[in-house]
C-alpha cells in the first residue's frame, strides 16, 4: 500500500525530518512534477532530484520575470526588487544581471535597489565585458 503525502508530512512534523519530497510526487498536482521537470534534473541512483547551478539561475530568472509581471501586468516592469531580493538572499547587482541577460532594462532604483523595465524589440546582454588592451 501506497503511503499519501499527508502522512508523510505529518510524520515528519512529528519526528523533525523534512518529508521525501520526490516520494510524495506520484500523488501530488502538476505543478510540482512541472517545476522539478523544468528546474531540477532525475538522479536515477536514488529516485530523488538534483539542482545544478545552471537550474538554479534558470529558476531564479524565471521568478524575477513573474514578479515583474505581477507588479506591472501589461507593462510588464517593476519599481523595486527589494523585499523579493532579501527574501531570497541574492545581492543586487547579481539580480540586475540576470535580468539583463533576459533582455530586460535595468536602472538603478531611488532606493539604491533595481528598477527593470521589459521592452521591445529585446536587447540582449552580451554577458562578457572585454577591456582593451594596453599598448
Known sequence: MEKRSDDLVLRSAITNKPPPFHSSLRSSPPLPRRLLSQFAQRNEENGGYLFTKQLKDKLVVHMLILFMVACGGKEVKCATFGTLLRNLKMET???????????VNVKKASDGGVA??????LTFHSGVKRGRGKG
Open 116 to 121: 527593470a523595465e521589459l521592452k521591445v524589440p
Open 93 to 103: 547587482k547579481v539580480a540586475g544581471d540576470f535580468l539583463r541577460m533576459a533582455g
